[in-house]
């Protein structure tokens, strides 16, 4: 079964304490991103990469930091979180060739 | 640029009316796909479609259907005889070479 899977799937956590959220994906796909939901601004997307070793920066990239060592794994680094980074987070994988496209069940993140 | 727009914000209507949803989109791209997206209360992303760029088709699924129509740069989505568990949020998307962008959404709410 086709999957993407995001941890942690809830957190709160403090201004300034470095977290990392965990994406993984089975469908070896080459492109992977990440997006926040905020309400009225609909999702947004952080970074995304097209490949191992491949990544660009989205459309609110700032405070993230993104890797893709592996095809496999894409996590999201906020190195130092700020209540503004609070939101709803999804990764996605997809090919690149055919558009299938498959979202993660999405992580709450709540920075005090 | 690319850009999702979706006008309507919220719907709300009576169960057994039809309803559609309004999806227009820009893009330079000549090869792109479009989605639909329903994002129920739970908060995760159910895929509903997937459109390529040269599939100008509409394509009906029990209830649901789609109107693609490259003309007018729209993606429309028509929910027949709606029902109460078809209250969501609904977001429209489109993905380019690289980027995937999404509408703000609209929330959709069903009646008994």
């Known amino acids: 079964e086709a999957q993407v899977t995001q941890n942690p799937r809830y957190l709160i956590t403090v201004t300034g304490k470095k977290l990392t959220v965990t994406c993984s994906q089975n469908?070896?796909?080459?492109?992977m991103s990440w997006y926040r939901q905020d309400p009225g601004l609909g999702l947004r997307q952080i970074y995304y990469s097209m490949n191992v070793e491949v990544t660009d920066k989205g459309d609110v990239p700032e405070g993230y930091k993104v890797s893709r060592k592996e095809k496999r794994n894409f996590p999201l680094i906020l190195e130092s979180p700020s209540p503004n980074q609070t939101s709803l987070y999804f990764c996605?994988?997809?090919?690149?060739?055919?558009?299938?496209?498959?979202f993660g069940e999405g992580s709450r993140l709540t920075v005090l | 640029a690319q850009k999702v727009t979706q006008a309507q914000t919220e719907i709300s209507v009576v169960e057994k009316e039809d309803v559609t949803l309004d999806c227009v989109y820009e893009?330079?791209?000549?090869?792109?796909?479009l989605f639909w997206y329903k994002q129920p209360p739970s908060g995760e992303l159910v895929f509903l479609i997937r459109?390529?760029?040269?599939?100008?088709q509409n394509e009906i699924s029990g209830r649901y259907s789609w109107n693609f129509q490259k003309s007018t740069s729209s993606f429309n989505f028509t929910i027949t005889a709606s029902q109460v568990v078809d209250s969501a949020v609904y977001f429209c998307?489109?993905?380019?070479?690289?980027?995937?962008?999404f509408g703000q959404g609209t929330r959709l709410t069903i009646n008994p």
């Open positions: 893009t330079r791209d000549t090869t792109y796909y």
């Open positions: 998307a489109l993905k380019g070479a690289q980027k995937l962008v």
């Open positions: 459109r390529n760029s040269f599939d100008e």
């Open positions: 996605a994988a997809g090919s690149r060739d055919t558009g299938e496209l498959f």
């Open positions: 469908m070896n796909h080459e492109y």
